[in-house]
């Protein structure tokens, strides 16, 4: 059987961890291009890839599929390359980009009967950058969007399915614009509110100097993504600027009636409020056929101390349970922190519980 060329555009965090997954289909042969000369030497000495170009002209006449997983400008501009460049060979095209109209439209300008065009991207990422985070696990579960163009047909689209099949992801196919729409909602936005939450903490600790030692899980978990990638985010942010600036008119909107709220509402509006948000973010669990992932959790206390989360782990590997992720919610020198164990079904996490529980842990799940 003949081997088919995939070329990665881009050897970064999302790249090399596609490189990582896409090893694992049989008959491929993966080349990587990125302007980055050290990304490459690193791909090759770690295996990630199996041949590496510097010239992306060069190494695209090469490949059956090529996937291009740099920035949304950069990815626009290998777009644009296309059209001058000459192909012997069908092309199918792809990318990664979290802002899709842009990219779309420049693939709606190529003008080669060889190339389709499939717009890509992955909802999955790090708050580390460049190939040396590059996991192959980055999109387990995480939900893959496919946007076909006209040109394209079920036959290519089933095709990248199945390149990409080792991820674990989970396909949607939306249009452009409906993508970009939501993921400014529920992925765009919320770094741009994260960011803002940190700047807020950071101009009143000079009259709080203590803030940073104060700033506890809540404020962690909640301004996380705000350690993200900035030249990554300033990119998105500027391609999709108009939905940004919509987004924050309506979040100002809201943050007028909230102050309004706490100043001249009683306590039972303070209360609905709080409700109606908790209810709608309750609603989102996955176990409820909603969008956001989720597990079936378990909270347990742990005193600050060497090995205690070895321990916890230790006692449900011996009875063979899979904890799907661990997450230290809060923990002070000296004093009980509280881990959150997920689990991948409900047998898992009570069958925890009970382990737990006879081994004397403090342990809560939450219904």
């Known amino acids: 059987m003949v081997k088919e060329t995939v070329l990665i555009a881009g050897l970064g965090l999302i790249g090399g961890s596609l490189a990582l997954n896409i090893k694992e289909v049989e008959n491929v042969h993966i080349i990587g291009y990125d302007a980055n000369r050290s990304s490459l030497d690193y791909c090759i000495m770690n295996g990630i890839v199996d041949e590496v170009y510097d010239d992306f002209a060069e190494a695209v006449k090469l490949a059956d599929i090529c996937i291009l997983a740099a920035p949304v400008s950069i990815t626009v501009d290998l777009i644009h390359q296309l059209n001058h460049i000459t192909l012997d060979k069908e092309l199918l095209v792809t990318d990664v980009g979290s802002v899709k109209s842009l990219i779309m439209e420049a693939a709606e300008q190529l003008t080669s009967d060889l190339v389709t065009f499939i717009g890509g991207h992955p909802m999955a990422g790090s708050h580390k950058k460049g190939i040396q985070a590059a996991r192959a696990h980055l999109f387990e579960n995480a939900i893959y969007v496919l946007s076909p163009t006209e040109k394209s047909n079920e036959e290519q689209l089933d095709k990248l399915k199945a390149l990409l099949s080792p991820t674990k992801c989970k396909f949607l196919i939306l249009d452009p614009e409906e993508h970009d729409e939501m993921t400014s909602v529920i992925s765009h936005f919320p770094h741009l509110i994260a960011s803002s939450l940190v700047h807020q903490a950071r101009n009143w600790q000079i009259k709080h100097p203590y803030i940073p030692k104060l700033a ?43 102050k309004e709220l706490i100043d001249t509402g009683e306590k039972q509006q303070i209360e609905t409020y709080l409700e109606q948000s908790r209810d709608y973010r309750d609603g989102l669990d996955s176990k409820k056929k909603g969008a956001i992932l989720s597990y079936y959790d378990l909270y347990v206390d742990i005193f600050d101390q060497p090995g205690a989360l070895l321990k916890v782990a230790g006692l449900l590997a011996e009875h063979d349970i899979s904890i799907n992720n661990i997450e230290i919610l809060e923990i002070r020198e000296g004093i009980t922190g509280v881990l959150r164990l997920s689990f991948q079904n409900k047998n898992d996490q009570q069958l925890s519980n009970a382990i737990l529980k006879k081994h004397k842990y403090e342990t809560l799940i939450e219904e």
Do not use: C, Y
């Open 216 to 258: 506890a899980g809540g404020f962690r978990d909640i301004t996380r993504i705000a350690s993200s990638n900035p030249v990554m985010w300033r990119d998105i942010f500027f391609q999709n600027k108009e939905k940004m600036s919509r987004l924050l008119a309506d979040w100002i909107e809201e943050m007028q009636q909230l």
